[in-house]
């Protein structure tokens, strides 16, 4: 049987092994899904909805196991992966009190008609490394609950945490209605181009999201697709930058950076660009970065090598052609993927560092004169994930519609809900998840039009 080697990002080296599904294996697990949707579709939803419940209850029960494997394969510090795996636990039971999808639009004399909600049928879902467990559920859950069967994949990163959820939710389902399957980038193509799959949800690069709409153009398949961002926080002059800077440092290190919510950039006036980065580079020099089961760490290493090498790139890149790196600014001199908190200024316009997502610990401050340059730099790149404004509330709400982005927050930053939409547009993606919007993405509408005798 080939494998899958799995890395400790706090140390570099391959700590276990993780199946490798072999493309037999891979038509066995779609070909089960298929089989198995059907009788799931056709289960009443309060089954449906029971059996999400049973599923949060067993990966509940078993977090502390789950979450040692996930903060060893991808870094993140212990509490945050209890956290995360918590957040998922729960977020079944959410998705399970979500209200039907059927609507009745007639119901007269001559004619009932009703708009139903059907589901797609087999669901191939790909989650990132990131946030392995929250990012596969998001997507499980709901096209459960809709009725589909789910072909999951995970990041080749972050394989274990998930393959062991997979475990401990199936003896609540059916067999066949969900099935994880582990291996490399190929085997997510496979996947997605694979004939026995209806719909697709993919969390992840820009440059894969596309292939997959392509790749799904062909047969019309519908598509989720949420691709990261490269989230602006404009703080609007006169606002108290010390007081908020603490909010938008945190806001910006979430995991290490490696948030597609994360603030990525900030923009701040020019006569207060100098104090909010004197701000953020003490709390960047504060910092505890460290292995992920050290209770005293805040922040872990990078998930990947090759992560590690592009934030480093891009500070380097930007440096080189003339930004001031404040504070950090180069990997740790230790082994593993560890990456400093680092405040970086003085971009020139057109800096990748300014324009690309770099997912990693790095806050650019960019000074603007006035507010109109700043909502333009901030549409100012491919991306259109979220944004934030900082200051007043009133003229925030006022700016808000000029930012193109799929979410605006005012005074926070990736405050995410479960019962809130989220998605973007541009290269951010396309689609939503969470809440009821995110259930309707895995369904398509389906009309019965009964006309009534003598109608």
């Known amino acids: 049987m080939s494998a899958l080697a799995v890395v400790d990002p706090a140390t570099g080296a391959v700590f276990a092994f993780a199946p490798a599904c072999t493309t037999a294996e ?6 089960a899904a298929a089989a198995a949707a059907p009788g799931w579709a056709a289960l009443p939803l309060d089954e449906r909805r029971a059996r999400l419940r049973a599923c949060g209850a067993a990966l509940a029960d078993a977090a502390e196991e789950v979450a040692a494997l996930l903060s060893r394969e991808q870094g993140k510090p212990l509490a945050a992966a209890r956290a995360e795996v918590d957040l998922a636990a729960g977020w079944f039971g959410h998705t399970a009190d979500l209200p039907g999808t059927d609507e009745v639009v007639a119901a007269g004399p001559t004619a009932s008609i009703m708009i139903g909600r059907v589901p797609h049928g087999v669901v191939a879902a790909i989650a990132p490394s990131n946030f392995p467990i929250i990012l596969a559920v998001c997507k499980v859950a709901p096209a459960l609950l809709a009725g589909n069967a789910v072909v999951l994949k995970p990041s080749p990163e972050t394989p274990l945490a998930t393959l062991r959820t997979g475990e401990l939710l199936a003896p609540h389902l059916p067999p066949g209605v969900l099935s994880v399957v582990s291996g490399d980038h190929a085997l997510g193509k496979a996947l997605t181009t694979h004939s026995g799959i209806d719909m697709v949800s993919f969390t992840g690069s820009v440059g894969t999201g596309q292939a997959i709409a ?3 153009a062909g047969r019309f398949l519908p598509v989720v697709l949420e691709l990261g961002g490269n989230d602006a926080a404009v703080v609007l002059p006169d606002a108290d930058v010390t007081a908020l800077a603490p909010a938008l440092f945190a806001g910006a290190m979430v995991n290490s950076g490696q948030f597609c919510a994360a603030v990525k950039r900030i923009y701040v006036s020019g006569a207060q660009a100098g104090e909010l980065v004197t701000a953020l580079a003490k709390l960047a020099a504060a910092a505890v970065v460290g292995d992920g089961d050290d209770p005293a760490t805040e922040y872990g290493p990078l998930v990947s090598r090759a992560q590690l ?11 080189a052609a003339g930004a001031r790196v404040v504070t950090g600014g180069a990997r740790l001199p230790r082994p593993g993927w560890f990456y400093p908190p680092t405040i970086v200024t003085d971009l020139p316009p057109g800096t990748d560092l300014e324009l ?8 650019p401050v960019i000074a603007y004169d006035d507010l109109d340059e700043a909502i ?16 007043d509330a009133g003229r925030a ?4 519609g000029r930012l193109t982005c799929g979410t605006v927050w005012i005074n926070t930053h990736g405050a995410l809900r479960h019962d809130t939409p989220f998605g973007g547009v541009r290269s951010s993606g396309a689609g939503v998840e969470y809440g009821w919007w995110g259930l309707l993405e895995y369904t398509r509408i389906k009309v019965v039009h009964e006309l009534h005798p003598g109608g």
């Not at 891979?26 to 070909?31: E, K, W």
């Not at 090498?309 to 440096?319: G, I, K």
């Not at 730099?377 to 259109?384: E, F, H, K, L």
């Not at 709400?397 to 808000?400: G, I, V």
């Open 356 to 363: 690309e997502e770099q997912f990693g610990p790095v806050i």
């Open 376 to 391: 333009a730099r901030a549409n100012g790149t491919r991306y259109g994930l979220g944004a934030s404004l900082w200051g």
């Open 397 to 400: 709400r006022a700016l808000a």
């Open 26 to 31: 891979l038509d066995a697990a779609v070909a």
């Open 214 to 216: 392509e790749q799904a």
């Open 309 to 319: 090498d592009r934030v480093n790139a891009l500070v380097d890149e930007a440096a």
